[in-house]
């Protein structure tokens, strides 16, 4: 009879990085639609990078600072944002090095421009374990599809969580759908 075990912990510590991962990417949707900056910090690498290409935007981040200060700027008070991930593929590279696929499904409604969007679009991500934690160091989207509309009147929400612990944006702000930012 051989010893099995430390082929078991290593299936087992396997598994629990692909669940810590699919968590990881939970917790990144939850932030962005509740702009908790500070705990969308501490999901992403030092040198974390994105790219984001939609039906007539692309944004890019070349660092963390920026991006926060991008999510910061665009999730306030006057939006409504839901986004979920779903069916994550996760392949482990080695014991520090992952990549993803995630499917996500996205709502955004802005208040001023009463510009609605709906889509989906699929992730690719790269992780790094960073002092034993699994955090996002890369993420590039590219949408399945993408619809937006202006809607005749703003809808009638019942709650909205950024309206009440989002910041305020100045009266003067504009939404510039092309950049995602309001200047």
Same mark, same amino acid.
């Given at each position: 009879? $051989?010893?099995? =075990?430390?082929?078991?912990?290593?299936?087992? *510590?396997?598994?629990?990085?692909?669940?810590?991962?699919?968590?990881?990417?939970?917790?990144?949707?939850?932030?962005l639609d509740t702009a908790n900056l500070e705990e969308l910090a @501490?999901?992403?690498?030092?040198?974390?990078?994105?790219?984001?290409?939609?039906?007539?935007?692309?944004?890019? =981040?070349? @660092?963390?600072? &920026?991006?926060?200060?991008?999510?910061?700027? @665009?999730?306030?008070? &006057?939006? +409504?944002? *839901?986004?979920?991930?779903?069916?994550?593929?996760?392949?482990? +590279?080695?014991?520090?090095?992952? $990549?993803?696929?995630?499917?996500?499904?996205?709502?955004?409604?802005?208040?001023? @421009?009463? &510009?609605?969007?709906?889509?989906?679009?699929?992730?690719?991500?790269?992780?790094?374990?960073? =002092?034993?934690?699994?955090?996002?160091?890369?993420? +590039?989207?590219?949408?399945?599809?993408?619809?937006? &509309?202006?809607?005749?009147?703003?809808?009638?929400?019942?709650?909205?969580?950024?309206?009440?612990?989002?910041? *305020?944006?100045?009266?003067?702000?504009?939404?510039?759908?092309?950049?995602?930012?309001?200047?």
């Open positions: 009879m $051989t010893d099995d =075990a430390p082929e078991l912990a290593r299936r087992l *510590q396997r598994l629990e990085d692909i669940e810590e991962i699919k968590r990881l990417r939970a917790a990144y949707f939850r932030c @501490s999901l992403l690498t030092e040198d974390f990078a994105c790219l984001c290409l939609g039906g007539d935007y692309e944004y890019k =981040a070349d @660092s963390k600072a &920026e991006f926060l200060e991008i999510i910061g700027n @665009s999730f306030h008070r &006057e939006i +409504v944002t *839901q986004h979920n991930g779903h069916g994550p593929e996760i392949d482990l +590279v080695d014991d520090a090095h992952a $990549t993803g696929t995630i499917y996500f499904h996205d709502q955004v409604y802005h208040f001023r @421009s009463r &510009e609605f969007l709906m889509g989906t679009g699929i992730y690719r991500d790269r992780y790094r374990k960073d =002092a034993g934690r699994w955090r996002i160091e890369y993420g +590039v989207y590219e949408r399945v599809y993408e619809l937006t &509309e202006t809607l005749s009147r703003e809808p009638h929400f019942t709650a909205h969580w950024l309206g009440k612990n989002g910041k *305020q944006l100045p009266p003067e702000a504009s939404y510039d759908p092309v950049t995602g930012r309001y200047s």
